[in-house]
């Protein structure tokens, strides 16, 4: 079984463009199992806590990974320096940051991303 680490903005990304969290599923052939860093969840909060769109955002996303079940892995660090820790040939990390995904394809470890405001991709 693979594991898909969702990443903050990845998330409120997902959010926003409206793209079904379901995609995930059709991607991969193998079961897969969603998790989020403890890291992440305190960054989501923090921006819920603030007024705005983002924090709508924030908090529907907050909202989705209850409703989903998302597997939660506690961590200390910072959720950009943890996913280099933690990320394997078996961990895809689910990240819209260019420079994060340059440095895990560095590590050989793949990353899915949204492009075009709708298609998930992997690389």
Do not use: C
């Not at 052939?29 to 860093?37: A, R």
């Not at 989903?68 to 200390?76: H, Q, S």
């Amino acid at each position: 079984m693979g594991r898909i680490l969702l990443d903050t903005n990845f998330l409120i990304d997902l959010i926003k463009f409206k793209v079904e969290f379901e995609k995930f599923l059709e991607i991969f052939e193998e079961p897969i199992e969603l998790s989020i860093l403890s890291s992440s969840i305190k960054e989501l909060e923090k921006i819920a806590s603030g007024k705005g769109k983002s924090s709508n955002l924030a908090k529907l996303a907050l909202e989705t990974i209850k409703l989903k079940k998302v597997n939660v892995l506690e961590n200390e660090e910072e959720p950009d320096k943890a996913f280099l820790s933690i990320a394997d040939k078996n961990t895809i990390i689910a990240t819209n940051d260019s420079k994060l995904r340059k440095k895990l394809r560095k590590l050989g470890i793949k990353t899915i991303y949204l492009r075009g405001k709708k298609r998930l991709e992997v690389g």
